[in-house]
């Protein structure tokens, strides 16, 4: 039996996506043509292609998407730097901790009413709830990473006499990349979830809006087309992430702690 690309070996088999198909299957021979609640999923597709035809779909995916990737991406920017300021520093660890602790428990649905008080009804506004939440995991994991730092690398990096941009980049990175990719890890399906609450809440430009337009149009059809979407494009980035970590850590390897 071929073996699958190395690039692609972390990936789950496809064989895995059977019991969706064979529900899809029945469901499409069991369900009546013209079910109120419970239409074919060949109404599914006829649904999102009208929104095609109609261009809205493209725009309001790829509103989501890039809410998804900006705010991810500033999420790990901002959860990495922070979480190693306080790993590395035992003060800023006792001053901040509670803070932290304190924002980390607040709900999304919390933060948008806040968000839309700052910056009204804009695009900026998906963007501060997604960076908001999907922060957190990245950045208490690269803290605690940078906290169980093995004191003899530290000890190393000052008999080499290392200049600081040095050690951070020769000792410090390579030991919190596995945590930070964790974090992200965690990050990315709560990115998703928030971005589609924020449009579903605002009604902001997103498939999130879409889902509600057609929820309250009793379009059921179109509502279990968008989920559908939703599921494939959840599916497509978690895998790619997958494979982006896997490159990464061939890179920088995990490392074993020494127990006492």
Avoid at 20 to 26: G, N, S, Y
Avoid at 176 to 197: C, H, S
Avoid at 239 to 256: T, W
Wanted: net charge positive.
């Amino acid at each position: 039996m071929p073996r699958r690309p190395r690039i692609l070996a972390g990936l789950p088999p496809l064989r895995g996506t059977l019991p969706l198909v064979v529900l899809l299957v029945v469901w499409q021979l069991a369900a009546p043509a013209r079910s109120p609640y419970f239409p074919p999923p060949e109404a599914w597709w006829q649904s999102l292609a009208t929104l095609t035809r109609s261009g809205r779909l493209y725009p309001a995916l790829g509103s989501t998407v890039l809410t998804f990737a900006l705010g991810l991406a500033i999420a790990c920017v901002l959860g990495g730097v922070i979480g190693l300021i306080i790993g590395a520093s035992p003060r800023s660890r006792r001053a901040l901790g509670p803070l932290l602790e304190f924002c980390r428990g607040l709900p999304p649905p919390v933060i948008v009413p806040v968000a839309v008080l700052l910056l009204g009804y804009a695009e900026s506004l998906k963007l501060l709830v997604v960076v908001w939440v999907a922060t957190w995991p990245i950045l208490l994991n690269v803290a605690a990473a940078a906290e169980r730092l093995d004191p003899l690398l530290r000890d190393v990096s000052r008999s080499f006499r290392l200049a600081p941009l040095a050690s951070l980049r020769k000792i410090m990175l390579p030991s919190v990349t596995p945590a930070l990719l964790i974090g992200v890890r965690i990050a990315v399906p709560l990115a998703i979830i928030v971005t589609l609450l924020v449009e579903m809440i605002t009604m902001l430009p997103g498939i999130g809006s879409l889902i509600v337009k057609a929820q309250r149009d009793f379009q059921s059809a179109q509502v279990y087309g968008l989920l559908v979407l939703v599921g494939l494009v959840g599916f497509v980035l978690n895998n790619f992430f997958v494979v982006i970590e896997d490159l990464i850590l061939r890179r920088f390897p995990p490392r074993a702690h020494k127990t006492q």
